[in-house]
């Protein structure tokens, strides 16, 4: 989302420990970008490919007159002139730039708001026609469009089915149906948690701008502009202050949150061109993410994943798929089960890409209990795992990523 915010930088810290067993479907993100990838006018979508770092071609151009548009209550065209680019030219689709986007995976629509122009809008991603809620406001605040307070800068897809929204002052939170009959409800202010240590959800320097993402139990995460992380309940409109993302550079501001296929955080900037960053959400520490031709200054990013924070039981996490079993004849773990009293399994790599990967072991509970890097040199290298003496006997997972925090091979092991 679009706000960049010449503040001073918070430095405290907090964890939080999130279990990451659910395999995500998407691998790609929405973003809003530009023509040009070093300049930020927010009126273009693209699709990334998360596995290759390939951007497509513009999707929509929304600000040159050409898209179809309609009102979503009558179904009937709307007209947009010539002029696309005026100011004042609300019925242009991305006119006023867009720092707000959901995807809807369900209804294949991209749901998104234009930064001052208070309305809720729909692309329909199967025939890029574009619809306007146009019987009401999307904030329900008069006057929204002159105040950068009231802008709504973060957006998402619940796996509830409903949509959430947030001002930038956090004073006004939106829930909105994706079905058939459209409803926009007002929820209310974010409430700080007396936990929060100063650090308010609904101040200036830390919190605005930034984006949503949403787990699997029931809460969102806001990523601010300034790097912050905070967990809502959607429940009780309750933020927690969860501590800033480390490792990220000075001059990074946090716009655009997506989670990938492989339960990290790609986050994207609005002003920092060199690369984006993949978060870990165990520790919320950033690597960089490398693209081959570079990024593209985005003010936000939307697909259909959701973090997985419901702990899950070993009976649950036996009968998880392992969807990269089709990577067998690649890479193969063995012995599985592994005898408590040897402690030691071995992973071949056998036509995996030669270069540094990364072994991961966790436990039920999603805590990582081992964590080692290896150097894949050629075809049929084998390397030896060596377990802690007082490693308890259960079901583990074993997950091998590449440079890019990218999971090339997962499977559960089995210890007793």
């Given at each position: 989302?679009?706000?960049?915010?010449?503040?001073?930088t918070l430095t405290f810290a907090a964890s939080l420990v999130i279990t990451v067993f659910v395999q995500a479907q998407d691998r790609f993100a929405f973003a809003v970008t530009d023509i040009n990838?070093?300049?930020?006018?927010?009126?273009?979508?693209?699709?990334?490919?998360?596995?290759?770092?390939?951007?497509?071609?513009?999707?929509?151009?929304?600000?040159?007159?050409?898209?179809?548009?309609?009102?979503?209550?009558?179904?009937?065209?709307?007209?947009?002139?010539?002029?696309?680019?005026?100011?004042?030219?609300?019925s242009v689709p991305f006119n006023t730039g867009v720092a707000a986007i959901a995807y809807d995976k369900k209804n294949n629509r991209l749901y998104y708001t234009p930064m001052f122009i208070d309305?809720?809008?729909?692309?329909?991603?199967?025939?890029?026609?574009?619809?306007?809620?146009?019987?009401?406001?999307?904030?329900?605040?008069?006057?929204?469009?002159?105040?950068?307070?009231?802008?709504?800068?973060?957006?998402?897809?619940?796996?509830?089915?409903?949509?959430?929204?947030?001002?930038?002052?956090?004073?006004?939170?939106?829930?909105?149906?994706?079905?058939?009959?459209?409803?926009?409800?007002?929820?209310?202010?974010?409430?700080?948690?007396?936990?929060?240590?100063?650090?308010?959800?609904?101040?200036?320097?830390?919190?605005?701008?930034?984006?949503?993402?949403?787990?699997?139990?029931?809460?969102?995460?806001?990523?601010?502009?300034?790097?912050?992380?905070?967990?809502?309940?959607?429940?009780?409109?309750?933020?927690?202050?969860?501590?800033?993302?480390?490792?990220?550079?000075p001059d990074f501001t946090t716009n655009g949150v997506v989670v990938t296929d492989d339960q990290k955080l790609l986050a994207g900037s609005q002003v920092y061109s060199k690369s984006w960053f993949?978060?870990?959400?165990?520790?919320?520490?950033?690597?960089?993410?490398?693209?081959?031709?570079?990024?593209?200054?985005?003010?936000?990013?939307?697909?259909?994943?959701?973090?997985?924070?419901?702990?899950?039981?070993?009976?649950?996490?036996?009968?998880?798929?392992?969807?990269?079993?089709?990577?067998?004849?690649?890479?193969?773990?063995?012995?599985?089960?592994?005898?408590?009293?040897?402690?030691?399994?071995?992973?071949?790599?056998?036509?995996?890409?030669?270069?540094?990967?990364?072994?991961?072991?966790?436990?039920?509970?999603?805590?990582?209990?081992?964590?080692?890097?290896?150097?894949?040199?050629?075809?049929?290298?084998?390397?030896?795992?060596?377990?802690?003496?007082?490693?308890?006997?259960?079901?583990?997972?074993?997950?091998?990523?590449?440079?890019?925090?990218?999971?090339?091979?997962?499977?559960?092991?089995?210890?007793?």
């Open positions: 989302m679009r706000k960049i915010l010449r503040c001073f990838q070093n300049t930020g006018g927010w009126t273009v979508l693209r699709k990334l490919n998360l596995q290759t770092g390939i951007y497509s071609d513009a999707l929509l151009n929304g600000v040159d007159g050409k898209a179809t548009t309609y009102n979503i209550t009558s179904k009937l065209q709307i007209d947009v002139n010539a002029d696309a680019r005026a100011v004042n030219n609300s309305q809720l809008r729909y692309i329909d991603l199967k025939t890029m026609k574009v619809y306007y809620v146009t019987d009401q406001s999307f904030t329900g605040i008069a006057s929204a469009h002159n105040d950068e307070a009231n802008v709504v800068t973060r957006m998402v897809i619940a796996p509830d089915g409903y949509g959430y929204a947030v001002t930038n002052d956090a004073n006004t939170f939106i829930r909105f149906s994706t079905g058939r009959k459209l409803a926009i409800e007002q929820l209310g202010s974010l409430v700080d948690d007396p936990a929060n240590t100063g650090i308010s959800v609904h101040n200036r320097c830390s919190s605005w701008g930034g984006d949503l993402v949403a787990d699997d139990a029931g809460n969102l995460y806001m990523f601010s502009a300034r790097n912050m992380v905070f967990k809502i309940s959607v429940e009780t409109k309750v933020a927690t202050w969860l501590g800033p993302i480390k490792g990220l550079p993949v978060i870990d959400p165990q520790s919320w520490t950033a690597t960089e993410y490398k693209t081959p031709k570079g990024v593209y200054l985005t003010s936000d990013l939307a697909n259909s994943n959701v973090l997985s924070t419901r702990k899950k039981s070993p009976t649950e996490i036996a009968t998880i798929p392992q969807r990269d079993m089709a990577l067998s004849n690649i890479i193969q773990l063995y012995p599985n089960p592994v005898n408590v009293s040897e402690n030691q399994f071995k992973i071949q790599f056998n036509k995996l890409q030669a270069g540094d990967y990364t072994i991961e072991l966790t436990d039920v509970t999603g805590k990582q209990v081992m964590l080692q890097k290896v150097s894949v040199a050629g075809e049929g290298q084998v390397q030896t795992i060596n377990l802690k003496k007082n490693t308890a006997q259960g079901i583990y997972l074993v997950k091998v990523s590449d440079i890019y925090s990218k999971s090339v091979f997962t499977q559960k092991l089995v210890v007793q």
